[in-house]
């Protein structure tokens, strides 16, 4: 059974703080996908980034980073100089490598929150 | 392009009434999904499909049906409501390779 933990249920933080977000998976499929997906407070889910278990790669796009270590079992993601319109919800994600990702285990989500 | 289209958007429901969720897409994706996202639980696949006529349980499918007549559409019918139900279910769909791609979501209520 696929399992993906976000230990970190709310974290707040000043604007342009950097913030990491974790996400721990469990999987006993050697190949596999992660994911990151973004729910702003309107609720609808963006997607961020897919990443596949054999590209440990570190991704770069703007302000985000997602670093993917697949000895722990981790696809941290960090914010860096936060921004309030990075207040949402982010969700990490896992799914077989079958299919690309139409079966997703997602974790709890984090509840990120920029203030000024 | 509309993308994932969901409707209703919101809806109240008494206990033991069926309903219909619907969920279209207008990108010629092979796969979909519904989830369902309940406070603190993240989302939770309720059923997904491979393609028109093949449908399959995810990890929540109890209380649930689904069928798949055609690429498009993807509707999730609840024969029996139930207050255990209430939640924000969310479509997804993708093509073959692809992530997925999700509507702006339902939210249920049952009464």
């Known amino acids: 059974a696929q399992k993906v933990t976000q230990a970190q249920t709310e974290i707040s933080v000043v604007e342009k703080e950097d913030v990491t977000l974790d996400c721990v998976y469990e999987t006993r499929d050697t190949t596999y996908y992660l994911f990151w997906y973004k729910q702003p407070p309107s609720g609808e889910l963006v997607f961020l980034i897919r990443r596949n278990s054999f590209d440990e790669q570190n991704e770069i796009s703007g302000r985000y980073s997602w670093n993917f270590q697949k000895s722990t079992s981790s696809f941290n993601f960090t914010i860096t100089a936060s921004q309030v319109v990075d207040s949402a919800v982010y969700f990490c994600?896992?799914?077989?490598?079958?299919?690309?990702?139409?079966?997703?285990?997602f974790g709890t989500g984090t509840q990120l929150k920029v203030e000024l | 392009n509309a993308g994932v289209t969901q409707t209703p958007k919101f809806q109240v429901l008494k206990t033991g009434q069926s309903m219909t969720l619907q969920c279209a897409q207008d990108m010629n994706h092979e796969y979909m999904s519904w989830y369902r996202q309940d406070p603190g639980m993240g989302l939770r696949l309720i059923h997904y499909s491979v393609g028109a006529g093949i449908t399959d349980q995810g990890e929540v499918p109890n209380g649930y049906n689904v069928s798949r007549s055609t690429t498009e559409d993807f509707p999730l019918r609840l024969l029996s409501a139930a207050p255990s139900q209430t939640s924000v279910y969310f479509c997804?769909?993708?093509?073959?390779?692809?992530?997925?791609?999700f509507g702006d979501g339902t939210r249920l209520s049952i009464l």
């Open positions: 994600a896992l799914s077989e490598f079958t299919g690309g990702g139409n079966k997703l285990t």
């Open positions: 997804a769909s993708s093509g073959v390779g692809q992530p997925q791609h």
